[in-house]
């Protein structure tokens, strides 16, 4: 069985350790140790995780979040680089379906806020993984936004999504279509075709679930 959620930890983990703890991330306001600090949080507190989704309790997860981020780099990046096997995100029975966008989008966050970044060829395994993710959040995602939302990743697919009006299609792989509907637009290699007013709003709308 393919393990792309693992293979995508080691690497941000090896890509932390090699940037340091205050590289700049493409979540805003983040720096690298923020970044390992909220995904060891999700691990490692599920009291605190509920916060990520849950705005009555956020505040409770930022606090475990900045503890987490004061102790020291090395030590939070092995932490992530092993997350414990009760985690209920990341045990082994669960780590590849809830884990393999996560990381991957984790990845990318710190890899594409370095001025040297290129992107990577995903495999056509990898690439299908991450699809069948995009096609299970696109809606819940795309749900407020006033029109009709094409994904096209060619091969793997298209999901249409939105709440229904002109009609506008983004195009690219599965790899940048998840970071698209994520909220990550501006650094998404993505085309965006079809109604010109709407596609602008939808390359600045705050998507994400």
Known sequence: MSRYARRERLALAALLSEIGPDAP???????????????????????????????????????????????????????????????????????????????????????????????????SAHQAALWARVRRTARLALRRFPATVVLDAGEFGAVTAGAGGPRVTVTGDPGELSLFVSGRQAYARVELDGDAGSAERLSRARLGI
């Open 25 to 123: 991330t493409l979540c805003d306001g983040w720096a690298t140790r923020d970044l390992a600090a909220h995904l060891v949080t999700r691990e490692r507190r599920p009291d605190a995780a509920l916060g990520i989704v849950l705005k009555p309790v956020a505040a409770h997860t930022r606090a475990v979040q900045e503890r987490f981020a004061t102790r020291d780099f090395a030590d939070l990046v092995a932490e992530l680089r092993e997350p414990p096997i009760w985690s209920p995100v990341s045990n082994p029975l669960l780590d590849e379906l809830v884990n393999v966008t996560e990381m991957f989008i984790h990845h990318e966050d710190a890899r594409r806020a370095q001025p040297d970044w290129s992107p990577r060829v995903l495999d």
